[in-house]
């Protein structure tokens, strides 16, 4: 699953032959006959796994335990590691640094981005992770999903919907939760599983087993998803980045339907099929539509400083839910 999600709210931080290949679908919905396996080589994603651990150990450093821990909620974790050790599982459960840290390295903080022009923190955060847990969860889920659709859509647009996604799920977050901070990739994961829902719907002429491939995916994202209703786990920076990517999906990953790659290999008086269906076009350009006024929609409430609770009741409890064993109070 998709790890912890962006820590989490609460009290502590919170030229190219055109050809396919077969599915990343772990439903095994393949590609009907016609389609071959030529992939693009996968160096994006763990170029951004190694961008992510070199940052937390710099997180690390600048935190310090040894130096800056004042002894309370108990010693520091790991002290043979130095200034690499953790702060109290009190304070950290997740094996990490200080939520000042954080704050002061980039988190996701309404404050400081509405009244202090730190706008900058919607993308600094998402390479900020909370403790090793947290990196951990991140990281594995990132190779998963991130490794398979760069090697079918190439770095470019693989690293495109992982940034924007990333930055769509810090606008919403940034809208509902104003008083923590936050850090994480999880955002721009969701970014990412939301493109493989978008992808399989829009080039779904193409596939075999399409049923199963969907019933699949959707299972997954339910229940990452559900995770988020726990206390100190970030669900709308979640909901925020598949939103975004599931818009971008229809817009970056859409594929020429089943026939048209075959054409050269008809008789002349052969009726050709266009490159793409009709509700290929219709998604993509309501994709657009939404994409844009998503993010006109959101980016204006977000530096006009609005509480995005006022306008939505109900929706707090998308990202926790209380029970008699925890409280959503913070």
């Given amino acids: 699953m998709m790890g912890n999600g962006d820590l989490e709210r609460g ?20 590609y009907d006959v016609g389609y071959s396996d030529s992939q693009w080589t996968s160096w994006l994603v763990p170029m951004i796994v190694v961008a992510n651990v070199a940052m937390f150990v710099v997180i690390m450093l600048v935190n310090n335990c040894p130096k800056n821990h004042n002894g309370y909620r108990g010693d520091c974790v790991a002290k043979f590691l130095g200034r690499l050790s ?4 009190g304070e950290n459960p997740l094996f990490g640094p200080s939520s000042s840290t954080l704050e002061k390295l980039g988190a996701l903080e ?8 730190e706008a900058w923190r919607l993308i600094t955060c998402i390479w900020l992770h909370a403790g090793v ?8 889920s990132l190779v998963f999903i ?6 079918q859509f ?7 919907i992982y940034l924007l ?12 939760i104003q008083r923590s901070i936050s850090v994480g990739a999880s955002g721009a994961l969701f970014g990412l599983l939301g493109a493989m829902l978008s992808e399989l719907l829009t080039n779904w002429t193409i596939y075999t087993n399409k049923a199963a491939a969907l019933i699949t995916l959707v299972v997954i994202i339910a229940i990452n998803l559900a995770v988020g209703i726990l206390p100190h786990v970030d669900n709308f920076a979640h909901i925020g980045g598949f939103l975004s990517g599931f818009l971008l999906g229809f817009l970056l990953l859409i594929r020429p339907q089943f026939g048209w790659l ?9 009726r050709l099929k266009s490159k793409y269906t009709f509700f290929q076009y219709a998604f993509l350009m309501v994709s657009a539509v939404l994409l844009i006024v998503g993010f006109t929609v959101g980016l204006v409430m977000l530096f006009r400083g609005e509480n995005a609770n006022k306008h939505c009741s109900w929706c707090h409890y998308l990202s926790c839910v209380p029970t008699s064993r925890w409280s959503c109070n913070n």
């Fill in 11 to 30: 009290t502590t931080t919170k030229g190219r032959n055109q050809r396919y290949p077969q599915s990343y679908y772990a439903s095994g919905g393949t």
């Fill in 86 to 89: 953790f702060q109290p599982l």
């Fill in 110 to 117: 309404w404050e400081k981005i509405v009244h202090q022009n």
């Fill in 133 to 140: 847990i947290h990196l951990l969860a991140n990281m594995l």
């Fill in 146 to 151: 991130g490794i398979r659709l760069e090697q």
């Fill in 154 to 160: 190439g770095f470019v647009r693989v690293g495109f």
């Fill in 165 to 176: 996604s990333g930055i769509g799920g810090s606008i919403l977050s940034a809208l509902f």
């Fill in 262 to 270: 075959e054409r050269r290999n008809l008789p002349a008086d052969t």
